[in-house]
Nanobody, 123 residues
Framework: QVQLVESGGGLVQPGGSLRLSCEAS????????VGWFRQAPGKEREGVSC????????YYADSVKGRFTISRDNAKKTVYLQMNRLKPEDTAVYYC????????????????WGQGTQVTVSS
């Protein structure tokens, strides 16, 4: 059973940091691009960052460039999203999914989503 499980969210003050984890099971993570997406209340889900499996291409949304860093550890079957200098507008439920990833675009491969992990940035 293909599954991706997100963790690491929480409540943090503006300017703080969090590291999200996305653990894969049921498939070989190394063969897939993986992306992080988020959905804020009342807004559509948006792509935040992704990393391809083929050529290592990395994408960041303009809103997170310079603050977020994506990485992957294929041996641990885990993809991470390090989020620094968090802003209130980063508040959302964050999801990971297999994705088609280039340096300029991200698209989820599936429309099946997990529960996500809540990130709340507030003082």
């Amino acid at each position: 059973q293909v599954q991706l499980v997100e963790s690491g969210g929480g409540l943090v003050q503006p300017g703080g940091s969090l590291r999200l984890s996305c653990e894969a099971s049921g498939f070989t993570l190394a063969y897939y691009g993986v992306g992080w997406f988020r959905q804020a209340p009342g807004k559509e889900r948006e792509g935040v960052s992704c990393m391809s499996s083929s050529d290592g291409s990395i994408y960041y949304a303009d809103s997170v460039k310079g603050r977020f860093t994506i990485s992957r550890d294929n041996a641990k079957k885990t993809v991470y999203l390090q989020m620094n200098r968090l802003k209130p507008e980063d508040t959302a439920v964050y999801y990971c999914a297999t994705a088609v990833c280039t340096i300029v675009s991200i698209s989820a491969k599936s429309d099946s989503w997990g529960q996500g992990t809540q990130v709340t940035v507030s003082s």
